[in-house]
């Protein structure tokens, strides 16, 4: 009977004791994580085949504390005649998108810098005069840094004005007369932020 009792007294001991609520840890317990959201239409100011271009679009991102990626998409919006091909009346095409990178220094301060990178793939076409759709395609590959000055104007409204760099690749000249070269530039960038900062 001794002998039971100390078998039941032991197992329960033994229960007690790994029953008890450990500590469970996961990597987004940290307190001072800060998880929300962002997004709105930004701009560029650039050149493609030596012409001005004005490339509209806009993104939306996941924020980490400073931190945030999500996507993004740009399209050209003026008009390029087609010079390379001695047909002015046609007209160039260029829209890309993909993912939305970047981090905010420091970005509680009333004013900031915010540095990103839009990495993402597209096509630049050429269509015949009025026409949407671009008769000769190319998909392109495309990287731009960013490096803006942010101004929190309000908690949930941010502005930015700065300059990215147009890294294109992939292009196929031998398709349409255009390399890689005409289309990587300098650009200044606008962006106009929407979100819980």
């Known amino acids: 009977m001794r002998k039971s009792i100390f078998i039941l007294l ?3 001991a033994g229960t007690t004791a790994f029953s008890q609520e450990r500590e469970y840890r996961t990597l987004l317990d940290n307190t001072d994580l800060r998880i929300s959201g962002m997004g709105g239409p930004f701009m560029q100011f650039t050149t493609v085949a030596g012409e001005f271009g004005f490339m509209m679009g806009g993104g939306a ?3 980490l504390n400073d931190f ?3 996507g993004y998409g740009l399209g050209l919006t003026n008009a390029i005649p087609d010079y390379v091909n001695d047909r002015p009346s046609d007209k160039l095409t260029l829209g890309h998108g993909g993912f939305w ?3 905010n220094l420091f970005g509680n301060k009333p004013l900031h810098i915010a540095f990103s990178s ?3 793939w597209g ?12 008769y000769i395609s190319d998909n392109v590959f495309i990287i731009a840094p960013t490096v803006e000055l942010e101004a929190n104007l309000t908690r949930y409204f941010r502005i930015g004005a700065g300059v990215s760099y147009n890294i294109f690749t992939m292009t196929d000249e031998n398709l349409h007369g255009y390399n890689n070269g005409d289309l990587s530039s300098l650009a200044g960038f606008l962006s106009f932020k929407f979100g819980w900062f």
Do not use: H, Q, R, S
């Open 118 to 120: 839009m990495i993402g």
């Open 101 to 103: 990178i970047g981090y």
């Open 123 to 134: 096509e630049l076409g050429i269509t015949a005069n009025e026409d949407y759709d671009p």
């Open 68 to 70: 945030f990626f999500g």
């Open 10 to 12: 032991i197992l329960a």
């Open 61 to 63: 991102a996941v924020l």
